[in-house]
């Protein structure tokens, strides 16, 4: 292979050149594992014997990239592509369906479910392929980072879609990073109760809470405009509570703050138990009456007062959800700076 020019500003280990080196080497190692007799060693049959993660097949999948595939979509884990987020994009031009064959395809399709609940994985593959036009994610692209056996993270993106797979490597980043989801189930403009949106039911939720608030609460939670709907502005965290709008938890009753709870545990429904954990994690390492929540007259579609935009913050996290003209989802969750 040959060896690209670099400046002198540049580092041999960050080439994609090196990295592809290094990943040869790992799965020369990997390949390794075996003993004289042919077997596996007793701890990786055992592991062989357990259920796959989504982790897991991120290493098959790495492994199984011809040289041409590694140079679309595979990156050190430094590069600056690792961290954005979108809500309509291709992180390479590589797509699933046309640049990789069908047992990766399938291990791609694989990872991404296993990013979610049973209940909800099914769901949420049909509205990414509803929205992307495709079958089976083959209209997303992905990106890998690093990897597998070091620091690494699996990056799945389409329309209203951007997804993480990191083995915990982002340190104290619940799902790796940012996040986005969003439907438009019946078209760009959506009717007031959002028929066959596969998230409304986290904006009943909702509000749900805001009609259980009193009079003087509801004017502190509601107001006017809307947050601006764009990477690093909606996304962004507040660290200071005076920074935040809406009625903090901590001014909720007993009963306010149960429904509050159920809000949180409404949105993080769809994804997996190990990101659900470190979410609430995160979330309660800062304070549970810390988290603010607001919702907005703006987008409100039908005037009908079923508040279609609405966010959830507070010091380690944000929960933007805007419903209109159809569903956007901004989400980022970390740990306290």
């Known amino acids: ?30 390949a390794g594992v075996t003993v004289a007799s042919g077997g596996l060693l007793p701890a990786v049959a055992k592991a062989a014997e357990q259920k ?19 140079k679309q979509v595979v990156f050190p884990f430094d590069h600056e592509l690792r961290s ?34 049973e209940e909800y994985a099914d769901k949420v593959v049909a509205q990414v392929d509803g929205d992307g036009r495709g079958k089976n994610l083959d209209k997303c692209s992905f990106a890998l980072f690093g990897a597998p056996g070091e620091k690494f993270e699996f990056v799945l993106t389409g329309r209203h879609c ?12 619940a799902f790796g990073g940012p996040i986005f989801y969003g439907h438009a189930a019946e078209g760009f403009n959506e009717k ?10 986290q904006a009943l939720r909702a509000n749900e809470l805001y009609q259980a608030l009193d009079g003087k609460q509801q004017k502190i939670a509601l107001l006017d405009g809307s947050p601006a709907d764009r990477a690093g502005v909606a996304d ?14 901590s001014e909720m009753s007993a009963d306010q703050k149960e429904l509050a709870q159920k809000v949180m545990t409404d949105l993080l429904a769809p994804f997996r138990e190990a990101d659900r954990e470190e979410s609430m994690k ?24 079923v508040w279609d935009v609405w966010r959830v913050e507070g010091p380690t996290m944000t929960w933007y959800f805007r419903g209109s003209p159809h569903v956007h989802t901004w989400v980022n969750i970390r740990a306290q700076a």
């Open 1 to 30: 292979m040959t060896t690209p020019q670099k400046n002198s500003n540049s580092c041999p280990d960050c080439s994609q050149e090196s990295f592809l080196d290094r990943r040869r080497f790992l799965q020369t190692t990997a």
């Open 52 to 70: 796959a993660t989504s982790e897991t097949l991120v290493t098959q999948l790495f492994d199984s990239l011809t040289e041409e595939q590694a």
């Open 84 to 117: 954005k987020v979108d809500n309509n994009w291709h992180i390479t031009k590589a797509r699933v369906g046309r640049d990789f064959n069908a047992d990766q395809q399938q291990l791609v399709l694989d990872i991404f479910k296993g990013l979610h609940s």
């Open 162 to 173: 951007t997804r993480r797979c990191d083995g915990n490597s982002v340190e104290g980043a």
């Open 192 to 201: 007031p109760d959002h028929p066959g949106n596969a998230y409304w039911f």
């Open 236 to 249: 962004k965290i507040k660290e200071k509570t005076s920074e935040m709008a809406g009625l903090p938890a």
């Open 282 to 305: 995160l979330v309660n390492e800062a304070g549970f009456d810390n988290l603010h929540f607001s919702f907005y007259k703006q987008g409100d579609i039908g005037e009908d007062g």
